[in-house]
């Protein structure tokens, strides 16, 4: 168990929805960082947040967006959903920015 | 991505043999990281190496930085069945942390 926790597990849901995908980093981490994968992409950085603060962004969809709030838990809220979306989506921790990093177990998006 | 090159792309060894596993960077690295992920699980931290020449051990596996050829390997002595896995070797080209991967190496360990 790495610490870091991600909420759902699984989600399926249907094209054109919005869903928000959460994570808790490891107590004490102030860094948060949103990476998806999926079988033909790899694992791709999407965007990390330092302290509330937007710190650097990747291969992030205009669609998609992200926070990190006071108590330095995170959400993901992807909208307009295409197939292509569906993916793993990690969230993983850091207390800085190079330091080890703990992944979350990842939540399974589904778009049918 | 192809800034970060995984080989072999998979491997299948023998319980108790060892294995080699190589990440080679086109860019400049700044940190070299590697996990381990079982197929639809999350990832696991092995190892972050910085400086070059770097090296360090956690149990039967062992992973060096070579900085002048930007690359770095995994290498797993007398391995076993929980050794199998996909591998990832990540790195980060700024002190921010942001992780780029490779394409990861699938391990099978066979009796």
């Known amino acids: 168990d790495s610490g870091v926790t991600q909420t759902p597990k699984h989600l399926i849901t249907a094209t054109g929805q919005r869903v928000t995908l959460r994570c808790s980093p490891r107590s004490g981490d102030l860094s948060v960082y949103w990476y998806q994968q999926s079988l033909d992409q790899g694992l791709q950085f999407l965007i990390q947040?330092?302290?509330?603060?937007?710190?650097a962004k990747g291969n992030i969809l205009e669609r998609f967006s992200a926070q990190q709030f006071p108590d330095l838990h995170s959400e993901l809220n992807l909208s307009s959903l295409e197939l292509g979306d569906s993916a793993l989506y990690f969230c993983a921790s850091s207390v800085g920015g190079q330091v080890e990093q703990f992944f979350g177990p990842g939540t399974r998006l589904t778009v049918l | 991505s192809q800034e970060l090159e995984q080989s072999p792309q998979s491997l299948i060894v023998q319980e108790g043999k060892n294995l080699t596993i190589n990440c080679t960077s086109s860019k400049t690295l700044y940190g070299l990281y590697w996990y381990k992920q079982k197929y639809g699980e999350g990832l696991i931290f092995l190892m972050m190496l910085q400086k070059g020449g770097e090296e360090k051990s956690h149990e039967k596996i062992t992973a060096k930085l070579d900085e002048k050829k930007q690359q770095s390997s995994l290498h797993i002595t007398a391995s076993q069945p929980s050794h199998a896995g996909i591998y990832l070797c990540g790195a980060t080209r700024d002190s921010w942390g942001k992780l780029q991967f490779g394409a990861g190496t699938q391990v099978v360990v066979t009796p």
């Open positions: 947040y330092y302290n509330g603060e937007e710190r």
